[in-house]
């Protein structure tokens, strides 16, 4: 097998570690499978480089930047190749540049545009292992760029797609997908398998581990990915397509979102294209919008309802203010005690009763709903903040996924 | 006029210095001068870099280890470049393969071959200030290369004489090249300018700010070299070609050379090629000779005197000591208590005297001369270590260098 394997930055944070990972990596190898191997910068070196860039005043040059900031994967991708050579291994460190992995011009925060692989697979050919400095690649006119937050993450899914690897093994300090946070319900299970889309859906429980980012990346490229721990032996979580997925589960995982804020509109003129006014002002403004509910009121008036990220409450605030006044209406609240619990599963296309089910648990509990949306895979619901374990174990027990 | 200015680990030792370093570039543009900057890694940082490459076992893969520790210098050209454009200036940074700076494939000692000045000029051409990495370039496959020790110093010359600009300072945390050590001899004076043959003789005055290396990259490609301090703004020290200093000293200066080590061998039997056969197995062993003095015993056999380096001694010793036995050798002795004093300067070349001058103050001072060498601008003497301060102190007055 060709197997990608990304390990983060806690996983070689120091010289010893990287010689856990040129351990584990020998050991992929010993197995018979070719590996290509992506890394982070050391933990802690890509915030000191950055502390570096802001020394000298604000908004630092970007491309500038780019240039601080790739050296700390260089430097771990060189060291994990010393360490597999040391071992007897024939390893290769590569840059972005020699990769092959060519981005758009935006520093910092650059896209993968496309991969040369000829490199690559020419080292693959002569029998190396590639050891690649992750979250970086290079422009059209060769200057570093770099990928932004979870960039090594998405070079390891790139590469994985470029290469056409049969896996690809994302290594951090946890040991993969929980059926929900193991902190607020401790029966929690890992889940052996689980599809794009749930894993889209359930971000908040893989925060730690993926962005949506490089989930969306894989589902694209249709390439298997492994979330694992590199501190354990543990088998981690697939996260492959649904066609790979033999038993779909009716629920896979119970997320919980608690950077969540409730904006209430109540009295709006109901007039055709009220709402496009309000949401598009808010999209200009770069808040994202979540779950919207809209309703008559009484005096053929209308409320409005929904909610946006805590973090983006005070932008969110502004527009709000300025639509209401110009639209003359009576009332604006906003309620941060609130947040959103979700039921994810695939299972749930080809099966009724799985919402009633969490509206039943909820009323169990005597857990008033807010606001519900659903999708296909999905059954979102807004509830008041200090129910968010409660509600959390209780769905986790009515779907019965401690077993 | 176009500069090329290099600050060593200690001028970018923080930020603050970067930020100094920055404020010394200004000016220097403000002046209407086009700035080429070369920067070495913040003080430290290497060795960081080459204790990391040494801790997965012996010999690291030497390519790898280029990669490594080629980091260094990346981050600080971009910070500066950063820094720069903070100030409002149009600053970018380049590493070795954007300078073109094109080398050998002999990995963490490579050899500059060429520089593809078209990126550099180009850039140039649009009022940029430019900063490279040095210490650094890309072999002819595309990996990246470093020059080994001094290495920044010869990335300036170097891209000076690429890019036939009109000066290239040196800054360092000394200020300039003294007539003598002044911790030896507290009058001794910072000289304005010297010739190349003049530094490559006063190795050991310069030690702390240029090596020979470098020193003779400039001379072959007629760069004017300037050291000075990065933390005062006194003048430095002009290094360059004869001809364009005007009045030549008699004396530029005394050199003491505390690493030298005497090997005598009496009773040599004098058949032809007696000296190839002991000096050719020296150089085989990478023992470099520097003195050498050959005279007639009374029994028609012949008595050798030479010296090398004391660190390699060892080395010398081996070889002297299976000569000795294979030519029936007598005694050979060693001498580790001997130290060289050196008088240097290229108006020797014209004037007689100079060197009984040294030898009749020596007499004054009652320190006996062990054995003497010439060259048309020097005049060496070894003489006891204890003597060394003494010399130096009576020789440097009595050529008036304190005026």
Redesign the interface.
């Known amino acids: 097998m060709v197997i990608v394997q990304k390990f983060g930055g806690t996983s070689v944070g120091d010289?010893d570690r990287?010689?856990n990972v040129?351990n584990r990596v020998s050991q992929t190898v010993k197995a018979g499978n070719k590996v290509i191997v992506v890394v982070s910068a050391m933990s802690g070196e890509t915030n000191k480089?950055v502390g570096?860039?802001e020394?000298?005043?604000d908004n630092?040059?970007r491309?500038?930047?780019d240039?601080?900031l790739s050296?700390g994967e260089?430097?771990t991708?060189?060291?994990l190749?010393?360490?597999l050579?040391?071992m007897g291994h024939k390893a290769?460190?590569m840059?972005g540049r020699?990769a092959g992995i060519i981005t758009d011009d935006a520093h910092t925060k650059a896209r993968i545009e496309r991969i040369e692989t000829e490199a690559m697979q020419a080292a693959l050919d002569e029998g190396k292992i590639l050891v690649i400095a992750g979250f970086q690649g290079v422009n059209e006119a060769?200057l570093v760029t770099t990928l932004g937050r979870g960039g090594s993450d998405l070079s390891a899914v790139a590469v994985a797609g470029a290469v056409k690897a049969d896996l690809c093994e994302i290594y951090t300090d946890v040991d993969g997908i929980y059926t929900t946070d193991p902190r607020i319900e401790p029966t929690a299970k890992k889940l052996d398998k689980i599809s794009y889309d749930e894993m889209l859906e359930l971000a908040s429980l893989g925060a730690k581990v993926l962005q949506n980012r490089s989930v969306e990346l894989a589902k694209k490229l249709n390439v298997s990915l492994v979330t694992r721990s590199s501190f354990s032996d543990a088998e981690g979580t697939l996260i492959t397509k649904e066609e790979n997925i033999m038993e779909k589960p009716l629920v896979s995982g119970i997320a919980l979102d608690r950077n969540q804020a409730r904006i209430a509109l109540e009295g709006v003129v109901n007039r055709p294209g009220i709402a496009s006014d309000i949401f598009g002002a808010l999209a200009t403004s770069n808040v994202n919008v979540d779950m919207i509910i809209q309703t008559s009121g009484h005096d053929g008036s209308t409320n409005m309802d929904f909610t946006v990220p805590q973090n983006e409450l005070n932008d969110a605030k502004a527009v709000v203010e300025s639509f209401c006044q110009k639209n003359e209406i009576k009332d604006a609240s906003y309620n941060e005690s609130i947040c959103k619990v979700s039921i994810v599963g695939v299972g749930m296309k080809s099966h009724t009763g799985v919402a009633a089910k969490a509206f039943s648990t909820m009323a169990t509990e005597n857990i008033n709903i807010q606001m519900i949306s659903t999708s296909e895979i999905k059954v979102s619901m807004v509830i008041d903040e200090k129910y968010a374990e409660l509600a959390v174990r209780s769905l986790h027990n009515a779907y019965e996924l401690d077993k």
């Open positions: 010289l990287i010689q040129a480089l570096y860039t020394h000298f005043g630092p040059e491309a500038e930047v240039m601080v050296s260089r430097v991708a060189a060291l190749a010393i360490a050579n040391q290769s460190s840059t020699r060769g």
